[in-house]
């Protein structure tokens, strides 16, 4: 399967700072790219699609201005969580598609603690 | 409105018996489906996939089984290691409508198998 990194593995910072969290396709170029968040002891929770070259997509519910996506290139996506609050404490995880099998492949996922 | 659904939350069984993880879903238009494994604190592995146009897909100790008309599939490990103890989440995505390939993820199921 398609490798996919994840930058930095775990994070914690002060309320009201922003962290910038990078996710890399490391073996082949993509498109498109899934953002995901896991609260404790639930399912994966889709909070947009990020696109090369375009705006993202995000699901109900997420606020755009918020987590901001940037998909600049085939193989980098970043997510920033502007002005965090404790409330935004969780598992975010990034996927990229392997388009000849539509199978998402996953990062290891990044911690984020907000005090 | 949950589309994935595993009711089961949790499961154990004995080492090198047969585990069974089940899946429902109601949207008729998810037409692939996956099952990835997860430990805590780390993205989804990818495990198996099958698309709707089979009923069966089978890769060394796992076998997914799909039953279209009752909107019904299930990842059999077989035999069961005590390697396989995690998180077994279920996954369906769309290809068609404008989904953009994106996953529905079911809740989980905690498998436990025991030496």
């Known amino acids: 399967g398609a490798v996919v990194s994840q930058h930095p593995s775990w994070v914690i910072c002060k309320s009201g700072t922003s962290v910038k969290i990078e996710c890399r396709s490391l073996d082949f170029q993509a498109t498109t790219m899934f953002w995901y968040r896991q609260f404790p002891k639930q399912s994966l929770m889709l909070m947009a699609t990020s696109n090369e070259g375009s705006k993202a997509t995000y699901e109900q519910g997420v606020e755009k201005d918020k987590f901001l996506i940037n998909h600049a290139s085939l193989t980098l996506s970043t997510l920033t969580v502007t002005s965090a609050h404790p409330e935004d404490s969780s598992f975010y995880i990034c996927?990229?598609?392997?388009?000849?099998?539509?199978?998402?492949?996953f990062g290891p996922g990044t911690r984020l603690t907000v005090l | 409105d949950q589309q994935v659904k595993q009711n089961s939350p949790s499961l154990s069984v004995q080492e090198g018996r047969i585990s069974i993880l089940n899946c429902d879903y109601t949207?008729?238009?998810?037409?692939?489906f996956l099952w990835y494994k997860k430990y805590p604190a780390e993205g989804p592995t990818f495990l198996i996939s099958i698309s709707s146009i089979k009923d069966k897909n089978e890769d060394g100790r796992f076998t997914v089984f799909l039953n279209k008309s009752a909107k019904h599939l299930s990842l059999h490990i077989v035999p069961s290691q005590p390697g396989d103890s995690a998180v077994y989440f279920c996954a369906a995505s769309a290809s068609s409508g404008g989904s953009n390939y994106k996953l529905t993820f079911g809740k989980g199921t905690l498998l436990t198998v025991n030496p």
């Open positions: 949207n008729s238009m998810f037409d692939y």
């Open positions: 996927s990229t598609r392997d388009r000849g099998t539509d199978t998402q492949y």
